[in-house]
């Protein structure tokens, strides 16, 4: 199997455009903030139920200091919502004593923020200020491997495999259409490779047949 290529990743993305139109951020956000938020509450949990706890969330909270405030009864929906609203509560702190209130926008600076890891970096990065950045979540993992796109299994590896195969401007759509994929087709279990319009393009790696 030779190396991927960019060429190659073109044709993956231009594939899964027409297969998934409306591959996008699952989670409901209209600034970096929420963006982050939603994001520490979403780890382990339900794109769909973070989305309808934040639907109220999010007029009752509005500014760093006001997360800061966090209750824990209005988050008790989110699994391992103690621990959620202690980073929520944390991250929001250090905005506010470090950067004016507001969510930083460089990778150095959020990865500073408790209960932020380079993923979560990443999405903020790439969804929430419109940077290239290519967050590495469970789908972008899988698909990278089975597409023979990474020989690794750690995120940040994988991520570093990825950024020089992925154009630019495409980083963040890519995340969007792998994990619309994953979660569609390529799954965990039993991906439906008969089905996929990738079939011809993808070696497969660990799939079982």
Known sequence: MSPPTQSHIRKIIAILRKTHPDAKQAL????????????ILAAQARDDLVNAVTADLFKK?????????????DVRRINFYRNKTKSIRAAAAVLVEKFNGNVPDNLDDLLTLPGVGRKTANIILGDGFGRSAIGVDTHVLRLSQRLGLS?????DKVEAD?????PPDDAVAFCHLLQFHGRRICTAKNPDCPHCPLNHLCPKIGVES
């Open 28 to 39: 409901h956000f209209s600034t970096p903030l929420e963006l982050l938020v939603a994001l």
């Open 61 to 73: 909270y509005r500014t760093a200091a006001d997360w800061t405030r966090l209750k824990e009864e």
């Open 151 to 155: 020989k690794n299994t750690n995120p």
């Open 162 to 166: 990825l950024v020089p195969l992925v």
